[in-house]
């Protein structure tokens, strides 16, 4: 059932790559603290919607694209 | 910023009326309070993304089924 972490993490990891951003920029785009998004992408923290709402506005993309395939 | 509970709440009842569930029964199906699921319908809960996955889960669908659009 926690597969969801990883995999949110994963997908965090991947769309900051492809923006070419770094987790400090990302951090300071969504404004949310660099070790969250650490947390956050090695699949540790549960995220809350609107903690993910601020990093895929950050990110530039949308829940749907977010969560494509998943 | 704070839509995205109203819109997931919306979401969450949309689909659970679409299956014929009472929040009762959902509320069994996915080992989750039924206030707590009251409270999600109403948007007033910043839900974790590990309660959305028992919750989609138990509404038989996928995290890219539930956001399309969003």
């Known amino acids: ?3 969801i972490k990883q995999k949110v993490g994963a997908r965090v990891r991947e ?5 070419g ?3 400090e920029k990302l951090a300071l785009a ?10 956050v992408e090695s699949g540790k923290r549960n ?5 993910l ?4 506005i950050a990110l530039d993309t ?5 969560f494509e395939g998943m």
């Open 30 to 39: 969504a404004d949310i603290d660099r070790t969250y998004i650490a947390s």
């Open 1 to 3: 059932m926690q597969m």
């Open 62 to 66: 949308s829940f749907a694209e977010f």
């Open 47 to 51: 995220i809350s919607i609107v903690n």
């Open 21 to 23: 951003l770094s987790q």
């Open 15 to 19: 769309l900051r790559n492809q923006k």
């Open 53 to 56: 709402e601020k990093l895929i």
